[in-house]
């Protein structure tokens, strides 16, 4: 009785905050409503839509025993008390992506990205990595390829893989692209980020050889060279000397960042990838919490209008209406294709008891939804004005504080050259004009929380630079361990046809496979650099398209098992969001490929730049006949790449419905459990 | 639970995000399931996870 009544004022909360939200016009709403709407959302979920899917749905049993019982070994199957595991799988899934995609969707207000970012996990994104997570575990922790062959056939398997190879291709491009929007032409942001690499190195032989083992130590040390490497990072900026040394154009950085992933994913993973590992794991889950920290201390009012008329399409940050295209720009928060790799990676090896399969599968993804709601609030409530400064293309708000207020007051958000240089001075940088892609905005807004609790202005250059590090640093991170990853995927794929090549341990191969990797993602990388409409609007789209696409992906094998499993009747839990998704993703590809706007169509652009071609002009900002050819290129790979995403996804739409029907046929359930012998 | 548990599940926690599984429970289990062979000492063992997490096919985080 007390129990209900305590969920009854669960609800009413939630929904007196969720009005709030939406129906206040005219007066700022404060941030703590947003977090209040999202966690009493987020509560009530768990309690009844997450424990429907657990019992009803799936049928967990407690009594079951899980791989890490069956298979234990000490090593990779380890039952594991289900708080340390949440906190591993948290860790892994949570990174930039949800960092990034709502600060860009801010363009539209924080309403409509608040409330996909809300829906979109309760219903897409956490019923898929929890049952993703019951799927791998059922069936020794194995991993989504093998899951999606063994369930779906060889066909469907090798289909996944190729997509799942591509999807990190551009994630791989569009982080890296974030990190050079973040570092270009700032000393202070490179010089700390490039400290990092002599702090790696010292770390990984400490733990290599004076103390192995002692992570916490080890980590303690290399925060300390960090912090002293940020307050260092100064006087490199203030000194014009020292600063010449640091500062890059985005074409160097690109260059610069393409030699060290294929010189980082070669070296042995003691040196460089693993202590940088445990500073970014540590900094991402500390910066966390201080944001939250932050956010419920300062609660700060939001300055962005709910909606803006961006809304409705025309946005300078990235092309395209609401729908579809809020709906791939918030992946990760809402719904991840990518977490249904981690799903289906360590953690079902390490679960101790089905029953915890819902807190860690289904708990874990909606505190990385917090995540994204938080770096919404950072977005919206810095001054509108100075975020379109940050994040519109320089062809949009040219390069200097007077063209961009003047082009951001044009767009209805009044603001002054002077607001746009204070605000750069306050962070320590030349300028902040287009700088898209996240990192930056979101550390602006940090930087202004943090500040207010400790050391003001003062230290407000301190804080946005601890920021852009603490992003560079896991970004870095991730492209140096998703070439790896990347590396072995194509070894695989390549190794069907060759088998010789899935040597792993080979030199040869291993050399091929990294420098395949790391040309594909420079290859984006280097076109997003050089793209007059700033990269982001290009890459992010595809990277949205491609994320939601392996979600589709993994949802479809959700349903496919459901049929299996002989509980179709709860198969619209898996049906209803696989259906939405394909409904974005597909009508976004669609758009990209066929819309006649050059502003959205990869194929229309293409044609504009053909035309200009035939008539011998150039077309700005190309500013010679290479630089024409080089944008029909992009547009035609572009274009290509989505037409690749759009046959993937297809194609396991249809061996999905042929499994299920299949599966109806059956008189018994046809699923493909492991059981312990 | 006690201040000293909850360092200690931190601490297990802490070290887990980034691929160490508990020692303790590594030779919890070659003791009761493989007393005849030699446990890796720890070094070893911090060494293979390492490996594991980093070097292998399991590579995989999030973007």
Redesign the interface.
């Known amino acids: 009785m007390l129990r209900s009544a305590a969920w009854v004022a669960v609800a009413l909360l939630g929904a007196v905050a969720l009005a709030v939200v939406g129906l206040m016009r005219g007066e700022p709403v404060n941030a703590v409503w947003i977090v209040i709407a999202a966690v009493c959302t987020y509560l009530i979920a768990y309690r009844f839509y997450a424990r429907f899917i657990a019992r009803r749905v799936l049928g967990l049993d407690p009594s079951r025993p899980t791989p890490a019982i069956t298979r ?5 199957f ?4 289900r ?6 799988h948290f ?7 949800p960092l990034v995609g709502p600060v860009l969707a801010a363009q539209m207000g924080y309403l409509p990205g608040m409330l996909w970012i809300l829906a979109g996990v309760v219903l897409a994104g956490a019923v898929q990595d929890f049952i993703v997570l019951f799927i791998s575990m059922r069936r020794e922790g194995r ?1 989504l390829g093998e899951l999606i062959r063994l369930e779906m056939g060889a066909v469907a398997g090798t289909i996944a893989l190729l997509g799942t190879f591509l999807i990190m291709v551009i ?1 791989l491009a ?2 890296a692209l974030i990190v050079v929007k973040a570092l270009a032409g700032s000393p202070w942001g490179m010089f700390t980020v490039a400290a990092t690499i002599p702090l790696a190195l010292l770390m990984g032989g400490y ?1 290599r050889w004076v103390r ?2 002692r ?2 130590e080890v980590s303690l040390l290399g925060v300390i060279g960090l912090v002293l490497a940020i307050v260092y990072g100064r006087a490199v900026a203030a000194s014009p000397g020292l600063a010449a040394w640091f500062t890059f154009t985005p074409v160097q950085l690109c260059w610069i960042l393409i030699g060290y992933g294929a010189v980082a994913a070669l070296l042995p ?2 040196l460089l ?2 202590p940088r ?2 500073l970014s ?2 900094l991402k ?1 500390g910066a966390i919490l201080a944001l939250a920290v932050g956010i419920l201390v300062v609660a700060p009012p939001l300055r962005m209008p709910a909606i803006t008329p961006f809304a409705f399409g025309g946005g300078p940050v990235w092309s395209g209406s609401l729908f579809p295209f809020l709906f791939i720009t918030i992946a ?1 928060g809402s719904v ?1 294709g ?2 249904a ?2 799903a289906s ?2 953690t079902p090896k ?1 679960i101790a008891n089905e029953g915890d399969a819902k807190f860690i599968g289904y708990g874990a993804m909606l505190a990385e939804s917090m995540v994204a709601i938080m770096a919404l609030v950072c977005a919206s409530m810095i001054d509108p004005g100075v975020y379109f400064a940050m994040n519109s293309p320089a062809a949009v708000v040219g390069t200097d504080a007077a063209s961009a207020a003047h082009a951001v007051s044009a767009m209805g958000f009044a603001v002054t050259p002077e607001t746009i240089t204070a605000v750069a001075h306050q962070v320590g940088e030349k300028t902040i004009i287009s700088r898209a892609g996240g990192a930056p905005t979101l550390a602006v807004g940090m930087a202004q929380l943090f500040s207010r609790i400790a050391g003001g202005p003062a230290l407000m250059a301190f804080w946005y630079h601890f920021a852009i590090l603490f992003e560079a640093l896991f970004i870095l991170t ?1 492209v140096d ?2 070439t ?2 990347c590396r ?1 995927m194509l070894q695989d794929l390549i190794g069907l046809a060759a088998p010789s090549f899935r040597n ?1 341990t080979s030199f040869g191969p291993s050399l091929v496979g990294t420098l395949l990797c790391v040309g594909a993602w420079g290859v984006f990388l280097y076109q997003g650099v050089t793209d007059p409409l700033g990269g982001v609007n290009t890459l992010w789209p595809l ?1 949205g398209i491609s ?1 939601q696409m392996l979600a589709a992906i993994a949802l479809t094998l959700a349903t496919v098992v459901l049929f299996r499993m002989k509980r179709e009747r709860y198969a619209w839990v898996t049906m209803v969001p696989t259906a939405w998704l394909l409904i974005c993703t597909l009508s976004a590809g669609a758009l990209k490929l066929a819309s006649g706007d050059p502003k959205v169509g990869f194929l229309a652009h293409a044609a504009k730049v053909q035309a200009a071609l035939t008539q011998g002009k150039l077309l700005a900002p190309a500013k010679s006949l290479a630089d024409m050819h080089t944008m029909l290129f992009n547009d035609r790979i572009d274009a290509a790449l989505t037409a690749v995403f759009m046959a993937v996804v297809l194609a396991i739409l249809l061996l999905g419905i042929r499994a299920c029907r299949a599966a109806l046929r059956a008189d018994r359930p046809t699923v493909h459990e492991l059981l312990a012998a | 639970m006690t201040l000293r548990n909850l360092w200690r599940g931190l601490v297990e926690a802490g070290r887990l995000m980034v691929g160490q599984s508990s020692y303790r429970a590594y030779r919890a289990h070659m003791a009761a399931h493989h007393p005849d062979d030699a446990p890796m000492d720890e070094r070893a063992f911090f060494r293979h996870r390492q490996e594991a997490r980093y070097g292998g096919r399991n590579g995989g985080r999030c973007c």
């Open positions: 234990a070994d000490g090593l990779d380890v039952a594991t008390d708080r340390v595991l949440f906190g591993h860790a892994a899934i949570a990174g930039a992506g991993s994630i569009v982080l733990s192995p083992g992570i916490g993973v003691w990838l693993a590992d445990y794991t540590f889950i990760c991840s990518f977490h790799l981690i990676g360590t390490l991730a361990a998703g790896r990853a072995f792993a990277f994320n």
